[in-house]
């Protein structure tokens, strides 16, 4: 049974394998799209947020959805970060910020140190709140699922080329049509790229 991610099939579909995979899978593994979502865990030592606050979101004035982002991501890559969900209650948890971003910034934050990421984010909550002297975060925890070499990725999906097709085509079981009737499947694929829910 064959559970591993999209992103390590993708990486080692040529050389995993032996004998190698039908061409149809093949091509199946290299239509359908991998991404990656991280998650980046803030602690501080006191809150900066309002006690009843949920979610902080930064807006950015020069963000279009509509527009390509430059490929700058050394100073861009935190605009991608969707918000920062408060975790609750601060007396279980501690004051504890869950931060979430996709796509390319993501995986270009996992290129960063914990120094470089506590940096960047220190500035930009002490220029949203007009308080220079906001105290950094206390730690950071942080997935980095694209540099995970068993994953490279956290999620697929059907890209531009591909359809739920590509999705069944990857679930099915090999031999597809076994010779004789009483030979039982001998590969199977499950996991998260093979359902398409």
């Known amino acids: 049974i064959v559970t591993v991610s999209l992103g390590f099939l993708k990486e ?3 050389s995993f394998f032996c ?4 061409s149809q899978k093949l091509e199946a593994i290299r ?3 991998f991404g990656t979502a991280n998650k980046i865990i803030l602690e501080f030592e006191q809150p900066f947020w309002k006690l009843d606050a949920e979610l902080i979101q930064v807006v950015w004035e020069n963000e279009s959805p509509l527009e390509e982002r ?13 918000g920062y969900v408060i975790l609750k209650p601060p007396e279980r948890h501690g004051h ?3 931060g979430f971003i996709a796509g390319r910034e993501s995986e270009f934050m996992e290129t960063l140190s914990d120094s470089e990421v506590l940096t960047t984010l220190t500035q930009i909550f002490r220029k949203t709140t007009g308080n220079p002297q906001l105290a950094p975060p206390k730690s950071i925890l942080r997935s980095r699922w694209h540099s995970e070499p068993y994953t490279r990725g956290s999620y697929s999906y059907i890209a531009v080329g591909s ?3 590509d999705i ?3 679930a099915e079981a090999l031999p597809e ?3 004789d009737s009483k030979v039982l499947p001998q590969l199977l694929f499950a996991g998260e790229a093979t359902h398409r829910s």
């Open 163 to 165: 359809s739920g097709d």
């Open 96 to 98: 504890i910020l869950c």
């Open 12 to 14: 080692h579909q040529e």
């Open 168 to 170: 069944d085509l990857l």
């Open 31 to 33: 239509r359908l799209g």
């Open 70 to 82: 430059p490929a700058d991501w050394r100073n861009t890559w935190f605009q991608k970060i969707a």
């Open 177 to 179: 049509d076994p010779p």
């Open 19 to 22: 004998p190698p995979l039908p």
